[in-house]
């Protein structure tokens, strides 16, 4: 049975396109541009004046980089997550020693994945097979050095350094360092194929 969205109350839509558009850093013109509805019709949408047409509400949602459905339940400000570190999802390897922590489960309804590896001195993630086309990961060392390696290339990254690829290639996170490192991983998979 589908979801039927009341649309004789436009303040919920109008409400979540300023907050996209704002979010995004969009003037109502540069939107207006982008989604070619007129900057008066998307200040009235905003306002909750007007109520747009579903072909409207479509060309605003696309300009705004999310699906009609996103922009429609939107409801205000959500409540803030809080994860407890023992509540995390935790993957330890016995042989190695490297630990892998899920960051925030909430983003993965988005694509986006965040974790956090700690990787012992001479210890390796070990190598992992290329993602699908589309994805786009970006890694920041915190702590440490780590030796990225793509598709057999080594680069090499000191704390505070950051890469980011699209992984269409093998992947290895290795520690050829004496200290531990560690390291954020995003993940985005939200333009994958």
Do not use: W
């Not at 269409?168 to 560690?182: F, L, M, T, W």
């Amino acid at each position: 049975m589908s979801k039927s969205v009341d649309t004789s109350h436009p303040a919920d839509i109008g409400a979540n396109v300023r907050r996209r558009r704002r979010a995004l850093g969009f003037t109502l013109d540069q939107l207006a541009e982008a989604s070619g509805v007129s900057p008066t019709m998307l200040s009235e949408v905003e306002r909750s004046v007007k109520n747009p047409t579903v072909k409207l509400a479509y060309q605003i949602a696309r300009a705004l980089g999310c699906s009609l459905t996103e922009l429609l339940e939107e409801h205000g400000v959500h409540p803030p997550t809080v994860i407890r570190a023992e509540d995390r999802r935790t993957l330890i390897d016995p042989e190695t020693g490297v630990e892998r922590y899920a960051l925030s489960p909430d983003f993965l309804k988005r694509g986006i994945e965040l974790a956090s590896y700690r990787i012992p001195p001479g210890a390796s993630a070990g190598e992992m097979a290329a993602n699908r086309a589309g994805i786009i990961e970006h890694v920041v060392v915190t702590e440490g050095a780590l030796t990225l390696v793509l598709g057999g290339r080594a680069f090499h990254l000191a704390e505070g350094d950051g890469a980011t690829y699209g992984p269409q290639v093998a992947i290895e996170y290795r520690n050829d360092g004496d200290s531990p490192c560690s390291f954020q991983l995003v993940s985005d998979a939200s333009r994958a194929l």
